[in-house]
């Protein structure tokens, strides 16, 4: 548990320090679902292109498990802005899509803990306040394996969490700095 932690660790500490531009708008917040709760960081790159990196508690196995564990993930994004919309007063909505990464340690569906890691999308839209705040609501699925020790053996499945509960919405509020 302390390597996950100390890899998650890492993981933040590179978003948060080695993003190519910091010049351009940046936000840090929080995202809710029934999948999971976490952090995330946005660093937009230019008005069209951002990196997005997540944090995540993955709580789905609490939900349909007597004995269910909390799991915990982290997640890397590059999004592309498709379309955007500027009101009268400052407000902007975006409309994003973009690849990324996952990797983390949960409960599958009906299976026990193991490392899950593959490719997820994500697809959404977001409102930015001329106030600082952003909003936003988005889908994210994953393809990928889990991977599990079972009479000593490692044993790999489709990780169905990732596609099942990767449709779920996810929101997020977060403060633009």
């Not at 890899?7 to 978003?15: S, Y």
């Not at 409960?107 to 890691?117: K, L, Q, T």
């Amino acid at each position: 548990m302390k390597r996950i932690v100390s890899i998650l660790c890492v993981f933040l500490m590179t978003a948060l320090f080695l993003s190519e531009s910091f010049a351009q708008e940046r936000s840090f917040g929080a995202t809710f679902s029934y999948a999971g709760t976490g952090l995330e960081y946005v660093q937009f790159a230019d008005s069209r292109h951002f990196a997005q990196y997540q944090i995540r508690m993955e709580s789905t196995s609490l939900f349909w498990s007597d004995h269910g564990k909390p799991g915990i993930s982290a997640s890397a994004f590059w999004n592309t802005v498709f379309a955007q919309i500027e009101s009268r007063n400052g407000n902007l909505v975006r409309f994003y899509a973009g690849p990324g990464i996952c990797a983390g340690f949960s409960e599958d569906v009906m299976n026990p803990s193991g490392i899950f890691f593959g490719l997820k999308g994500s697809i959404g839209a977001e409102c930015s306040f001329s106030r600082g705040i952003a909003i936003s609501l988005s889908i994210s699925p994953m393809l990928g394996g889990h991977f599990r020790l079972k009479e000593g053996m490692v044993n790999m499945r489709l990780y169905r969490g990732g596609l099942c509960y990767g449709f779920m919405p996810e929101a997020g509020i977060r403060y633009i700095f």
